[in-house]
Nanobody, 119 residues
Framework: VQLQASGGGLVQAGGSLRLSCAASGRTFSSLLLGWFRQAPDKEREFVAAFTWSGSTYYADSVEGRFTMSRVIAKNTVYLQMNSLKPEDTAVYYC??????????????WGQGTQVTVSS
């Protein structure tokens, strides 16, 4: 599985961005897909996940502001980020795995995409 993330950029606080993650392979619908982020001098943290069954999970810090979705026909997942805050500034990574457990132990990682939120 190869993952290609895109959509990062610079936005003012309160604004919106949509990240995309395109996955290779013919088993896309079987994947558990996640978004993580890493801010400078901080550990990587879980942001959101979309399971193979269509369930979504979010970190408390983004619940109600971020929405993760999937388009199987495009082998792509999206992370719609609204009401962005300066503390959302980070490099965002998409990740994938087969199986269960949405918060860790992902096997496949895309390159990061920078999100910068100015105050």
């Amino acid at each position: 599985v190869q993952l290609q993330a895109s959509g990062g950029g610079l936005v003012q606080a309160g604004g919106s961005l949509r990240l995309s993650c395109a996955a290779s392979g013919r088993t896309f619908s079987s994947l558990l897909l996640g978004w993580f982020r890493q801010a400078p001098d901080k550990e990587r943290e879980f942001v959101a996940a979309f399971t193979w069954s269509g369930s979504t999970y979010y970190a408390d810090s983004v619940e109600g502001r971020f929405t993760m979705s999937r388009v199987i026909a495009k082998n792509t997942v999206y992370l719609q980020m609204n009401s962005l805050k300066p503390e959302d500034t980070a490099v965002y990574y998409c990740a994938a795995k087969y199986g269960f457990g949405y918060q860790d132990n992902y096997d496949y990682w895309g390159q990061g995409t920078q999100v910068t939120v100015s105050s």
